[in-house]
């Protein structure tokens, strides 16, 4: 025992062993939260089964510097720039879609509010709300297939552009009346803008989440796909079962009902603010 004793004291020191902070323990706390939301997004998209390919690799250069394979060890080395630049280019468009979901989280914004007119213009109405509410039940009764966007802050006019031009109020006549069967605007999406309809037929980005169920087909993962690039909501009815989904924060929401359908348009309504205030935080005031 004492030779074991001896033998660590040879190679560890307590002396050596840096001593740590409030400041270390805080790093390591944030690095470990970082990493932890980083896996955890990653394992939501393509990117994961390319990770576990990556890690194989890594293994395999690991075994070859254990066994001293000089050969694959200079490939390693002279290889290393083109291999990053070649995983920027492969992982380009989960990079892409980081920096714009942290672009949009305005943090600062969310904690800080200063509100001096005591006056918050609304985005639409409750009258627009029930319209849509309606329409999709009303088209689920009759399994009628929809897809609506409801715009918050992010611009949708790569995807309004794709599209055909309305420029129409709200209406769950009109809705139901563009998406019925072997009409000419029925195919693709239809985007509302605050209290307008402002283009239909509109193609939308089609989510990669392998979480998604294999059972649901391009509507709704056209629903998913514009929810994970924009900060939209999309209604998204069923042809095949009739029932209403939402689409939000590149999460679905299944065979909601005509409350929660109302709740989950309401989160992006920005309601008007009467009395005036300097807030902290937004969510105190609900």
């Known amino acids: 025992m004492e030779q074991l004793f001896s033998l660590v004291e040879k190679y560890i020191s307590l002396d050596s062993i840096p001593k ?75 990079l892409r879609k980081a920096l714009d979901i942290l672009g949009r989280k305005s943090i600062l914004a969310s904690a800080i509010t200063f509100n001096p007119t005591g006056t918050v213009k609304e985005r639409f109405s409750d009258k627009t709300i029930n319209e849509i509410v309606k329409a999709s039940f009303e088209m689920g009764k009759v399994r009628t297939g929809a897809l609506i966007v409801v715009a ?75 929810s994970e690039t924009t900060d939209s909501i999309t209604v998204i009815v069923s042809e095949e079962t009739g029932r209403v989904s939402v689409a939000a924060d590149g999460q679905l929401f299944r065979n909601v009902d005509a409350d929660q359908l109302r709740e989950k348009l309401a989160s992006i309504q920005d309601k008007t603010v009467d009395e005036k205030r300097f807030r902290l935080w937004k969510g105190r005031s609900k």
């Open 20 to 94: 740590m902070g409030i400041t270390d323990y805080i790093e390591i706390l944030i690095i470990t939260f970082v990493v932890y939301k980083l896996m955890a997004w990653i394992k939501d998209t393509r990117a994961w089964s390319l990770l576990k390919g990556i890690v194989v690799i890594v293994l395999f250069i690991m075994a070859a510097y254990v066994l001293q394979m000089t050969t694959i060890l200079w490939l390693v080395r002279n290889m290393l720039n083109v291999a990053i630049m070649a995983l920027v280019v492969i992982f380009q468009p989960e």
């Open 152 to 226: 918050h802050n992010d611009s949708l006019s790569e995807y309004i552009r794709t599209g055909i031009e309305i420029d129409s109020t709200v209406t769950n006549q009109l809705l139901i009346n563009i998406f019925e069967h072997n009409t000419p605007l029925h195919d693709g999406a239809v985007i509302i803008d605050g209290d307008r309809i402002v283009s239909a037929t509109c193609y939308l980005p089609l989510s990669d989440n392998m979480a998604l169920s294999k059972e649901l087909g391009t509507r709704h993962r056209a629903g998913v796909g514009i």
